[in-house]
């Protein structure tokens, strides 16, 4: 019995009458409740298995252990987690959390079987911590739960993000997670307070997506994030939806490595702004990328923006001519970028990152010359002598230095405040190991 039980697997699905979700019940909890919420709890190391849809109702608060691993197992169905209460992964770096797809799925970095995290209007508090969710991006359907919620988007055909929230009273943080071969975008914001902090997002986007896309109604620090093959932008930042307030996003010493190969377009590179965002960018590190900083020419950033000091490489000519300044083409140079002014110039010297011969930053899909599968090999600290190792601005003011509150995660690990990560004066995520 002690065998059977140190291995736990449960099935878990919503109830296709009233969609009220065969939960597990906290057994033996200090509290049944959280931020005032009936707990659901997902107990460390157990596997859960996605059977069909998952709610969590507006008076619940579902509760992910650490070691937990969660498989969409219904290919038909396209399993999603709506949460229209609150959500609290609590991951650790020695026994994170997986959000995956069966393993005969996983040959497909595309395969859409599952959708992923759809917030509701009224969730409060989403916390991911050392979490991994991968192979998302599945279509909906007239009975996706996302669609019979009018969460997203409001048309069935449309590629589910791995996560969206969209609550501008709600508060979010996504630390120290990986999302990867998720077929939309990684993550999709729509409103709420948010710290996005020292995570990798890796190749995203079968024919578009972004790997971070912020829209209206947020206030949120960016930073120390790795960012390898979006396939349109790293960062896409828009007021686009304004409902209540100009959306101001801080984001700073993250690091874009090729991104924007496989989506032939106007908008596909590194980072993109459009419709009146109020954007500050500094010491973001963006190498090979199909393009520079642009923004929508028609519906440009705010003036206030602040776009300067970042770190621009090129390994080919194409590259070095794609990051040049252009009023029409809405290429955005900064005075204290650093940039390469001929390919191959100014290397910030990444530990291991052996770029392919036949790199092609003007693709345009998934053929030869596209970026490389990734190797978890890979080291993009930076070596000792890199020009990218000075420069940065430590002087600017960030949202959440101060802290940003989650009465949930108090409750839970005995610490509610969160603190944006101190700004570091080399570009990238990554300094000198």
């Not at 002690?2 to 449960?10: G, H, K, L, R, T």
């Not at 009273?169 to 999302?179: A, E, R, S, V, W």
């Not at 990684?186 to 896309?213: H, K, L, M, P, W």
Request: hydrophobic share 35%.
């Amino acid at each position: 019995m002690a065998m059977f039980f140190a291995a736990v697997c449960i099935a878990v699905s919503c109830s296709d009458e009233n969609d009220t979700p065969n939960v597990v019940p906290d057994e033996g909890g200090a509290s049944t409740t959280v931020n005032g919420k009936e707990k659901i709890v997902w107990k460390k190391d157990s596997t859960v298995i996605l059977t069909d849809h998952f709610l969590v109702a507006e008076n619940q608060a579902l509760v992910v252990e650490e070691g937990v691993t969660v498989i969409a197992s219904n290919p038909e169905v396209k399993p999603e987690i709506v949460v229209l209460g609150d959500m609290y992964c609590l991951g650790s770096a020695a026994h994170p959390i997986l959000f995956t797809v069966e393993p005969t799925y996983r040959a497909d970095r595309f395969s859409r079987k599952w959708g992923g995290i759809i917030c509701g209007f009224d969730c409060g508090e989403l916390v991911l911590r050392h979490t991994t969710i991968e192979y998302g991006g599945a279509q909906t359907t007239e009975n996706s739960l996302s669609f019979r919620n009018s969460l997203f988007k409001t048309e069935t055909g449309e590629g589910v993000p791995a996560v969206h929230f969209c609550n501008p009273h709600g508060k979010m943080l996504i630390q120290n997670c990986t999302f990867r071969n998720n077929a939309e975008d990684q993550i999709y914001i729509t409103g709420g307070e948010s710290i996005v902090c020292d995570n990798r997002f890796i190749c995203n986007g079968e024919d578009g997506g972004e790997a971070i896309n912020y829209k209206s109604d947020c206030k949120a620090d960016i930073a120390f994030n790795l960012i390898y093959d979006a396939n349109t932008n790293g960062f896409k930042l828009s007021n686009k939806g304004f409902v209540e307030s100009q959306s101001h996003l801080c984001c700073y010493n993250n690091t874009i490595v090729d991104s924007g190969w496989r989506r032939p377009s106007q908008k596909g590179g590194s980072i993109w702004l459009e419709e009146n965002i109020r954007a500050e960018l500094y010491n973001n590190l963006v190498y090979d990328c199909r393009w520079g900083l642009k923004q929508a020419v028609d519906a440009p950033a705010d003036t206030r923006s602040v776009i300067t000091p970042n770190y621009y490489y090129a390994a080919t000519a194409d590259g070095v001519a794609q990051m040049q300044g252009d009023d029409e083409k809405g290429i955005l140079n900064g005075s204290s970028d650093i940039m390469s002014a001929s390919a191959g110039d100014k290397n910030p010297l990444f530990v291991y990152f052996p770029q392919q011969s036949d790199m092609n930053i003007n693709v345009g899909s998934n053929g030869a010359g596209a970026p490389a599968v990734w190797n978890d090999a890979w080291d993009f600290h930076l070596t000792v002598g890199s020009p990218a190792l000075t420069g940065g601005n430590t002087a600017f003011i960030r949202h959440y230095a101060g802290g940003l509150f989650f009465a949930g995660l108090g409750e839970l690990t005995g610490s509610a405040l969160v603190y944006s990560p101190t700004p570091a004066a080399w570009f990238g995520a990554f300094g000198t190991k």
